[in-house]
């Protein structure tokens, strides 16, 4: 199921429960992502997927040092 977004939801619009919780503005307008728990993903796997995908299509620690110009061999 892919995440949900709902724009301009007004802090009063929320039940109490919710609100109180993460504490809301009734006068202020959010916006709200609601996402499954299973597709929320830790930046530290982003980035590993990140870079094996990189490895798997010829980037090397020289390639992406001459594209961002720094040393970046602790990334790869």
């Given at each position: 199921m892919p995440s949900t977004i709902l724009d301009n939801v007004k802090g009063?619009?929320?039940p109490k429960t919710l609100a109180d919780r993460i504490d809301i503005s009734p006068n202020k307008t959010y916006t709200i992502i609601i996402q499954p728990q299973e597709e929320r993903q830790s930046l530290?796997?982003?980035m590993s997927k990140i870079s094996r995908n990189g490895k798997a299509r010829g980037m090397t620690s020289d390639v992406l040092?001459?594209?961002?110009?720094e040393t970046?061999?602790?990334i790869l």
């Amino acid at each position: 199921m892919p995440s949900t977004i709902l724009d301009n939801v007004k802090g009063s619009d929320l039940p109490k429960t919710l609100a109180d919780r993460i504490d809301i503005s009734p006068n202020k307008t959010y916006t709200i992502i609601i996402q499954p728990q299973e597709e929320r993903q830790s930046l530290q796997r982003i980035m590993s997927k990140i870079s094996r995908n990189g490895k798997a299509r010829g980037m090397t620690s020289d390639v992406l040092e001459n594209i961002l110009g720094e040393t970046v061999s602790h990334i790869l």
